[in-house]
């Protein structure tokens, strides 16, 4: 198994309290992502990473923030949490980007009161 | 952005069985298709992937076709285990190759 790790796996918090899961990873790989996955709608690509301090914008990514400021963290921040935020969010790796594969972390759950 | 979708939210079949699952694609530039499955309570895992200059790739039990002519993937699942019950996602990379867009998911459902 890819060494990927999130934390926290669960959380409950509640509206407009600021919480930041984090992803952390051991295989060195220049990629990494975050997608939220919601009943109907599948996975949505949130915020992604392509090095070091080199972060874009996804599908989704109103009221979400990302910081990398090393190899292996890759930290998710909603700044004030609303309840539509509540979901459960995978972090994904690659050294290849699309062109290959993805290998997920185990997931986070975050429920929003 | 890319827009990928499946044919049918739920399958259910039996032990056995050989499992087909459909995915649309709408960008006929699409040059590369992946298919994952996501066990209960799991992150997604990559089964088998193929490129546009290929009709069929084929893995352990599984089987991938492309028809690039109708914008159409499948998954065929031989002999159908109960350990292959799972939700089932294609997917494939934006015109970048900077994002990956997943389709919205396919249960696979295998009674005993």
């Known amino acids: 198994d890819a060494g990927i790790t999130q934390s926290p796996r669960h959380k409950v918090t509640e509206t407009g309290t600021p919480v930041t899961l984090r992803c952390h990873q051991t295989?060195?790989?220049?990629?990494m992502y975050w997608y939220r996955q919601d009943p109907g709608h599948g996975l949505r690509l949130i915020h992604y990473s392509y090095g070091v301090k080199d972060t874009d914008k996804g599908e989704v990514s109103d009221g979400y923030s990302v910081s990398r400021s090393k190899t292996e963290d890759f930290l998710l921040t909603l700044e004030s949490a609303t309840s539509s935020q509540t979901s459960v969010y995978f972090c994904a790796i690659s050294g290849q980007g699309p062109d290959g594969e993805l290998f997920f972390g185990e997931g986070s759950r975050l429920t929003v009161l | 952005g890319e827009s990928v979708g499946l044919h049918l939210p739920t399958l259910s079949v039996q032990e056995g069985d050989n499992s087909i699952i459909n995915c649309a694609y709408s960008n006929s530039a699409s040059d590369y298709f992946i298919w994952y499955k996501q066990e209960s309570g799991k992150g997604p895992q990559f089964i088998i992937d193929i490129r546009s200059n290929m009709d069929k790739r084929q893995g352990q039990r599984v089987t991938v076709l492309l028809n690039k002519t109708v914008k159409h993937l499948s998954l065929q699942i031989a002999a159908t285990q109960p350990g292959d019950s799972a939700v089932y996602f294609c997917a494939v990379p934006d015109s970048g190759y900077s994002t990956l867009t997943f389709g919205k998911g396919t249960m696979l459902l295998v009674s005993p």
């Open positions: 295989e060195n790989h220049r990629y």
